[in-house]
C-alpha cells in the first residue's frame, strides 16, 4: 500500500484546485462568449455577402442551402433573390488551397449568367503588407467585376493573363485568381442542379417557417431556429 | 511612500523599472515572437501588447495571491495553468468582441501563453511580493511592452508602406520598402531601436556621474 505523507497532499491538493478553478473559469467563458463569437461571425459572413452579391430582397443567410459537390463534399450556397422570388445569383465560399501560407477562403458572388458580381477574401495567412493585398487592395478586387469564363484569361499577368500580381507577392493572386475559375467552372457545370437544389430547399425552409411560426402562437416560445 | 517589498521599491520605481530599466523587449529580449510576427504596423503592435497587458495583470494578480498557498514544488505548472486559463480567456473575447483584430492576430493571441515574459514576472516577483507591488509591476511590464511593440509597429509601418495607424504621411505615391514589412526588417528596426535605446541609456547614466561628481566637489571645496 502506498501512503502519501502531508506534503505531498498539499502538493496533490493545490494541483487540483487551481486545475479546478481554472477549468470552472473556461467553462463559464467559453459559455459568456459562445452566443457573441456565433454572431460576430455571422455579422462578418453578413458584411461580405453584402458586397458580393447584388441588391437582394430576401435574406440571404436565411435562404442558404448545401449543395452536395460530392458525396464526402458539401457546398454552403447563399442565393439572392429579386422581389418575385427569382433567383438572380449565389453566393459561396470558394477555398484557395495553395496559397503563400495555408488555404485562402474566397467568398465569391455569381450571376446567374455566369459574370462575377464581386469577390471578398474572408479569411487568409497571407504576409502582412505582401500578399494581404487580396484583401485591401480595391482596384484589385474590382478587376473580378463582371469576368466570366469565356472573357478572361484566368492568370495574373506573369503568366499571360488577365489580373494583377502584386510586388513581392505572385504566388497569392495566383492561387486566389485559380480558385476563381475553379468556382465559375464548378458553376457552370452544375447551373442546372444548383437551381434544383435551391427549389428544393426552399420548399423545406417555408415548410420550416410555417411550423416555426405555428409553435410560436400555440407555445409562445421562439423554437423556431430554422436551419 | 513606504517601501514595502523586498527591494524596498516605491510604487514608481517598480512602475519605471517593468517600463524602461528592465523593459521586456529593451532591456530582457523576451517575448521576441510576438514582436517580430505582428509588428507590421502599428495598430496591430498595440493590440497584441494590450491582450498582453491583460494576460499579465490578470496572473500576477492571482499568483500574488495564491502564492502562499502553492507549494514551490509545484508552483511552475499551477502558474502555467493560471496563465493559460488567462489567455485562454482573452483569445475567446476577442473573438467574441473584437472579431476584425482576431482575424489579423489570430494564432499569436494563443501564443501568448509561451511569452516567457509572463511566466517570468510571476516567479520572478508575483509570487514573492505583495498584491499591490504585483499589480504596478504588472502594469509597468505590460504598458513597457505596449510602447516597444507599437513603436516597433510604427517604424515598420512608416518606412515600409508610409503610412502610420492607416493614415498615408508620405502621399499616396510612396515606393513601399517591403523589407521592413518582411521579417528581417523587424529585425534589422529592432537593432537600430535597441541602439538608440541604448544610446539614451548611456546619456542618461552619464549625466547622472556628472551631477554627482559636481555635487562631491562642491563638498570637497565647502570642507
Given at each position: 500500500m502506498i501512503s502519501f505523507d502531508r506534503a505531498q497532499q498539499k502538493i496533490a491538493l493545490s494541483l487540483f484546485v487551481v486545475a479546478l478553478v481554472a477549468t470552472l473559469l473556461l467553462a463559464l467563458m467559453d459559455k459568456a462568449t459562445h452566443e457573441p463569437i456565433a454572431e460576430a461571425e455571422r455579422a462578418a459572413l453578413h458584411k461580405s455577402l453584402v458586397q458580393v452579391l447584388p441588391e437582394y430582397k430576401n435574406d440571404p443567410l436565411h435562404d442558404m442551402f448545401e449543395f452536395p459537390l460530392s458525396t464526402a463534399q458539401t457546398l454552403k450556397v447563399y442565393p439572392s433573390r429579386d422581389k418575385e422570388g427569382k433567383v438572380i445569383a449565389y453566393a459561396w465560399e470558394q477555398i484557395a488551397p495553395d496559397g503563400y501560407s495555408g488555404s485562402i477562403r474566397i467568398l465569391m458572388g455569381v450571376r446567374?449568367?455566369?459574370?462575377?458580381v464581386a469577390i471578398r477574401v474572408t479569411s487568409h495567412k497571407e504576409t502582412p503588407g505582401l500578399g494581404d493585398g487580396i484583401t485591401k487592395d480595391e482596384k484589385w478586387l474590382n478587376s473580378?467585376?463582371?469576368?466570366t469564363l469565356k472573357n478572361t484569361k484566368w492568370f495574373v499577368k506573369k503568366d499571360g493573363g488577365d489580373f494583377d500580381q502584386f510586388t513581392g507577392a505572385t504566388v497569392t493572386p495566383r492561387a486566389v485568381v485559380k480558385a476563381v475559375q475553379q468556382g465559375l467552372t464548378m458553376y457552370q457545370t452544375n447551373q442546372n442542379a444548383l437551381l434544383k437544389a435551391f427549389n428544393e430547399a426552399q420548399e423545406k425552409i417555408m415548410q420550416a417557417d410555417i411550423k416555426a411560426a405555428g409553435d410560436k402562437q400555440t407555445e409562445k416560445k421562439s423554437g423556431g431556429k430554422t436551419q | 511612500m513606504t517601501p514595502s517589498n523586498e527591494n524596498g521599491l516605491s510604487k514608481q520605481e517598480i512602475f519605471a523599472d517593468g517600463f524602461w530599466h528592465n523593459n521586456t523587449i529593451f532591456a530582457q529580449l523576451l517575448g521576441m515572437c510576438p514582436l517580430l510576427g505582428v509588428t507590421t504596423s502599428a495598430e496591430n503592435g498595440f493590440w497584441m501588447g494590450f491582450a498582453t497587458l491583460c494576460v499579465l495583470v490578470g496572473s500576477n494578480l492571482i499568483v500574488s495571491v495564491v502564492r502562499d498557498y502553492i507549494p514551490s514544488e509545484v508552483r511552475i505548472p499551477a502558474y502555467i495553468v493560471i496563465i493559460a486559463s488567462l489567455v485562454t480567456v482573452v483569445d475567446l473575447s476577442m473573438n467574441a468582441w473584437m472579431h476584425d483584430m482576431y482575424l489579423v492576430l489570430g494564432l499569436f493571441i494563443p501564443l501568448i501563453v509561451v511569452n516567457c515574459a509572463i511566466l517570468g514576472r510571476a516567479e520572478a516577483f508575483a509570487s514573492k511580493n505583495s498584491i499591490s507591488d504585483s499589480f504596478m509591476d504588472a502594469v509597468g511590464m505590460g504598458f513597457g511592452f505596449i510602447f516597444a511593440l507599437v513603436l516597433l509597429g510604427a517604424v515598420r509601418e512608416i518606412f515600409?508602406?508610409?503610412?502610420?495607424f492607416g493614415f498615408a504621411i508620405f502621399g499616396s505615391d510612396y515606393p513601399d520598402v517591403l523589407m521592413f514589412i518582411l521579417p528581417p526588417g523587424a529585425f534589422i528596426a529592432l537593432g537600430f531601436i535597441l541602439a538608440g535605446v541604448n544610446l539614451l541609456n548611456l546619456r542618461l547614466k552619464a549625466k547622472k556621474e556628472a551631477e554627482a561628481a559636481a555635487v562631491t566637489d562642491e563638498s570637497v571645496v565647502a570642507s
Open positions: 446567374v449568367s455566369g459574370e462575377i473580378f467585376v463582371d469576368k | 515600409g508602406q508610409g503610412q502610420l
